[in-house]
């Protein structure tokens, strides 16, 4: 079997928050919430990281969050680069400002990636029991087309300072049928889910499931990411510049046409994130909670 990868989807802008989120310290020695998932990771069994950056970014990456890993894990960086795409309609590139989306985003990963990986984002905390889920799965499964997803209820990821763009689950079965890429936000006391695409708002509920973008597949899943990149780059030019390839958008419709399968494995663990600079405190106030508690050491890469 291939060594599992772990690959960190860290090159988002952080319009909401103010800055960049991923590189945003949350505890007195520096650490990241990064660093908090590598260590889950090297815990649970991976072997590799892959983060996934800007490429104006990569001394930040190597002299933080790089040199902390090194000894602990094999590092490689990604770049997620506007220029890489199967388009050549400059003016259209030019115009962009922020990556294309997750979609590219994992597929800048693939000459990294020699087996099975898992999907995360860089601003976020998941616990150690999500890691230990999705390596066994990855371990174990040897179906073609056959992931794994480890969703989290609402209420663990909503933020007290606004909205918040999650994928909505439906699970028949133990099966993800659905994924909703959504905007999430309270309204008169009701929890209201609004399509990204456009399709009809709808309501939620507390425990609803919804994905934080932690996923593990195999190798084939390269195959349908670059097929999700060349249809998008097919649409018009208005659409292409205004609309993003998101992970979840490429799962629906794969799940849709009957392509994969994925099981889904919710787990009883405390999500960790940051929408808004007013998380920080919060985040921080975490983490230090967990330290407390015997989750992780004092200091983390001693």
Request: aromatic fraction near 10%; glycine fraction near 6%; charged fraction near 30%.
């Amino acid at each position: 079997m291939n060594d599992l990868t772990l690959v960190v989807m860290a090159a988002g802008m952080g319009s909401r928050f103010g800055g960049l989120k991923q590189l945003e310290p949350v505890d007195e020695d520096g650490n990241f919430l990064l660093d908090y998932s590598v260590y889950d990771a090297i815990r649970a069994g991976f072997k590799r990281v892959v983060l996934v950056i800007k490429e104006e970014l990569l001394s930040d990456f190597e002299n933080t969050v790089g040199k902390r890993l090194e000894g602990h894990i094999d590092v490689k960086y990604a770049f997620q680069r506007k220029e890489d795409i199967p388009y050549n309609n400059l003016s259209i590139i030019n115009k962009r400002e922020k990556p294309w989306g997750t979609t590219q985003a994992i597929y800048c990963s693939k000459e990294y990636v020699s087996g099975s990986f898992a999907v995360i984002n860089a601003d976020d905390f998941y616990g150690f029991k999500a890691f230990k889920e999705v390596a066994d799965f990855l371990k174990n499964d040897k179906q073609d087309y056959n992931y794994v997803a480890i969703p989290y209820e609402y209420s663990k990821t909503a933020s007290e300072c606004g909205s918040v763009k999650r994928g909505v689950c439906e699970i028949v079965d133990g099966k993800l049928k659905k994924i909703i890429e959504c905007s999430i936000e309270r309204k008169d006391n009701k929890i209201i889910a609004s399509p990204l695409d456009g399709r009809e708002a709808f309501e939620i509920k507390e425990n609803t499931l919804v994905s934080m973008n932690i996923f593990g597949f195999s190798n084939d899943f390269y195959e349908l990411l670059k097929e999700d990149i060349e249809k998008f780059f097919k649409q018009s030019d208005e659409d292409i510049l205004n609309n993003e390839i998101l992970l979840p958008d490429c799962l629906e419709k794969n799940l849709e046409n009957g392509t994969i399968e994925i099981d889904v494995k919710p787990v009883n663990s405390e999500w960790i994130g940051m929408t808004y600079k007013e998380d920080l405190l919060l985040v921080n106030k975490k983490i230090a909670n967990l330290k407390e508690e015997g989750s992780y050491p004092k200091h983390l890469w001693e």
